[in-house]
């Protein structure tokens, strides 16, 4: 491959997870999934979230109250490397040069116990969480990868990192919305994600993968050709 890859955990590693084919399709043919419309209030939370976490930063507690006695170390102090590491332009990246090829990623946000980093991603849902395995074979490759990131820059990772699950349990007068915080702790790997990372940059020197028999935009499109 000559020119340079760029993938992110969700809309590359994620991508190839679900369907080879599709991934293929995106980076190679500048073909990409229908897209539907995209709820803004995820986002939004997201936005508030951090500024609230923002406000314990570097304090004596160091966490939101919440999360005290729930999750491992404090909040990473340093509010400009936070920053940093939350832009996509500015954040971790992990690059394989013999390939050349880099995973880049933005953090939500990251613990520090003793010298050891823990990624932290915030997730908002309308309904509870499911168990741990369920949390670990949806966002399991998004934390291996910050993990691999934190890694690959020098810094002392742990082998676990958190998910903060926001969902909602009722709506007050004024329209305040009380929201319930679950948080889970996930083991994380970066030999496995170093190894799907591999995997996906061979998947696009090679062939176009053959359809994806559980894809429903592979499925979609052969049954349209049929169709015609």
Same mark, same amino acid.
């Given at each position: 491959?000559?020119?340079?890859?760029?993938? $992110?955990?969700? @809309?590359?590693?994620?991508?190839?997870?679900?369907? &080879?084919?599709?991934?293929?399709?995106?980076?190679?043919?500048?073909?990409?999934?229908?897209?539907?419309?995209?709820? $803004?209030? &995820?986002?939004?939370?997201?936005?508030?979230?951090?500024?609230?976490?923002?406000?314990?930063?570097?304090?004596?507690?160091?966490?939101?109250?919440?999360?005290?006695?729930?999750?491992?170390?404090?909040?990473?102090?340093?509010?400009?490397?936070?920053?940093?590491?939350?832009?996509?332009?500015?954040?971790?990246?992990?690059?394989?040069?013999?390939?050349?090829?880099?995973?880049?990623?933005?953090?939500?946000?990251?613990?520090?116990?003793?010298?050891?980093?823990?990624?932290?991603? *915030?997730?908002?849902?309308?309904? &509870?969480?499911?168990?741990?395995?369920? @949390?670990?074979?949806?966002?399991?490759?998004?934390?291996?990868?910050?993990?691999?990131?934190?890694?690959?820059?020098? *810094?002392?990772?742990?082998?676990?990192?958190?998910?903060?699950?926001?969902?909602?349990?009722?709506?007050?007068?004024?329209?305040?919305?009380?929201?319930?915080?679950?948080?889970?702790?996930?083991?994380? @790997?970066?030999?496995?994600?170093?190894?799907?990372?591999?995997?996906?940059?061979?998947?696009?020197?090679?062939?176009?993968?053959?359809?994806?028999? $559980?894809?429903?935009?592979?499925?979609?499109?052969?049954?349209?050709?049929?169709?015609?």
């Amino acid at each position: 491959m000559k020119k340079p890859i760029r993938l $992110s955990p969700t @809309s590359g590693l994620n991508l190839y997870n679900e369907c &080879p084919k599709c991934f293929w399709m995106q980076y190679n043919k500048g073909v990409h999934r229908p897209r539907g419309i995209f709820p $803004s209030l &995820p986002g939004g939370m997201d936005e508030v979230i951090k500024k609230y976490f923002d406000k314990f930063r570097g304090t004596k507690k160091g966490l939101p109250p919440e999360l005290v006695g729930k999750v491992e170390g404090k909040l990473v102090p340093d509010m400009k490397l936070m920053e940093k590491w939350r832009n996509w332009r500015t954040g971790l990246e992990y690059t394989d040069k013999k390939r050349n090829a880099t995973l880049f990623g933005a953090l939500d946000d990251c613990l520090l116990d003793g010298d050891t980093y823990i990624p932290l991603d *915030y997730k908002t849902r309308g309904y &509870p969480p499911g168990p741990t395995e369920e @949390s670990q074979r949806y966002y399991g490759t998004q934390l291996d990868s910050y993990a691999l990131m934190l890694w690959a820059n020098g *810094y002392k990772v742990s082998s676990s990192a958190y998910l903060v699950y926001y969902f909602p349990e009722e709506v007050g007068e004024n329209g305040v919305v009380k929201f319930h915080v679950e948080p889970k702790k996930l083991e994380v @790997s970066p030999k496995r994600v170093k190894k799907l990372f591999e995997e996906a940059l061979n998947c696009l020197a090679g062939p176009m993968p053959a359809h994806h028999t $559980s894809c429903i935009y592979c499925c979609w499109n052969a049954e349209l050709k049929e169709f015609d």
